[in-house]
């Protein structure tokens, strides 16, 4: 629960600024990572801007619990503040399905421009019932195929292929139509695997295929982009209501600043990544836009599938691109 101190607390030395609020945020990655740098910062800018009045405390390392274990804690006010992926959050508001559907983007920059447009204002509004609330974009990158085996160059090279997936019916289907074997498995586990055979291919961001050393034990990287997946910054609803309008207008601005300065150290940690990477002697193929046109069109039916109900919002989401490649 948010910690409220009383500013008349015995013990306070004249000229001291004690916090009206103390609240915590839940961050699963390490210090040193984009996502948990930007929580830093922001619980930085609302403390300066708040006049000390507001203090966040930024905990790192997945202390308060997985991804699903802190959403369910903000739901009840357990935590104050979150970054999480939209993977688990979906189970809670499944709109955000549609943000990850496989090939929806072009690249980055067609992401973004649906994110901080109207559409992405509207996703930020659509947590009406979830007991929680939406405050800002993170970046999270791309996430590409690599291989133990052989570069993955054409559509055939997925045939057969074990590739390791989070535990999302979308992305196993998405496997599937690919032509390859989804192998559900714990982050952990994928380094081990790739290394005895278990699976042949798994695919994530160029930070995480460097950081754990996968290139190591699969050194072929495929750029296809398959997926582009936000994560984003939350209050609990609980502690919102609690919080000063004056407070909940500083804290919003503050998250979205936060995003900016994560976005750009985001983009850092890729280009130092993918240099490391590079430079080990892994073999970078980039599918060309024909071949990746080919993997969209397989994996074109679970839009239906897992989306009937927001075509409209694809449909927008699509044209953002046409418009942008023009």
């Known amino acids: 629960m948010p910690a409220f101190i009383l500013?008349?607390?015995?013990?306070?030395?004249?000229?001291?600024?004690?916090?009206?609020?103390?609240?915590?945020?839940?961050?699963?990655?390490?210090e040193d990572y984009p996502t948990t740098q930007g929580a830093l910062k922001f619980a930085q800018l609302v403390k300066e801007r708040t006049d000390g009045k507001v203090e966040i405390q930024v905990n790192a390392d997945g202390v308060l619990g997985d991804e699903k274990s802190v959403i369910e804690q903000l739901?009840?006010?357990?935590v104050d503040f979150a970054r999480v992926s939209l993977s688990p959050l979906a189970e809670f508001v499944p709109k955000l399905n549609v943000l990850q559907l496989p090939y929806l983007y072009t690249g980055a920059d067609h992401m973004w421009e649906v994110l901080e447009?109207?559409?992405?204002?509207d996703f930020l509004n659509s947590f009406e019932g979830s007991c929680l609330v939406a405050l800002s974009w993170y970046d999270a990158g791309s996430r590409n195929f690599y291989s133990s085996l052989q570069p993955i160059e054409r559509l055939e090279d997925m045939e057969g292929m074990d590739v390791r997936v989070q535990e999302s019916e979308l992305m196993m289907d998405t496997i599937r139509a690919l032509g390859g074997n989804p192998v559900p498995m714990a982050y952990g586990e994928v380094y081990s695997a790739l290394q005895t055979g278990t699976i042949q291919v798994a695919e994530n961001n160029w930070p995480s295929y460097e950081s754990t050393h996968h290139y190591e034990v699969a050194k072929y990287y495929t750029i296809d982009e398959h997926?582009?997946?936000?994560?984003?910054?939350?209050?609990?609803?609980?502690?919102?209501?609690?919080?000063?309008?004056?407070?909940?207008?500083?804290?919003?601005?503050?998250?979205?600043e936060s995003a900016r300065y994560e976005r750009s150290l985001w983009k850092e940690r890729e280009r130092v990544?993918?240099?490391?990477?590079?430079?080990?002697?892994?073999?970078v193929t980039e599918l060309s836009q024909q071949e990746k046109a080919r993997f969209q069109e397989c994996v074109m039916p679970l839009y239906e599938k897992y989306c009937s109900d927001y075509v409209d919002i694809i449909d927008a989401i699509v044209a953002v691109g046409k418009e942008k490649g023009r």
């Not at 500013?7 to 961050?27: I, R």
């Not at 994560?231 to 601005?253: G, H, M, V």
């Open 7 to 30: 500013t008349a607390c015995a013990g306070k030395e004249e000229g001291e600024n004690v916090p009206d609020f103390v609240l915590t945020y839940a961050e699963n990655q390490a």
């Open 75 to 78: 739901q009840f006010g357990g």
């Open 117 to 121: 447009g109207d559409i992405g204002d």
């Open 227 to 256: 997926t582009r997946v936000p994560e984003l910054q939350l209050a609990s609803q609980s502690t919102w209501e609690k919080l000063p309008e004056e407070y909940r207008e500083i804290i919003r601005s503050c998250a979205t």
């Open 273 to 283: 990544s993918e240099e490391k990477v590079r430079e080990a002697g892994c073999v």
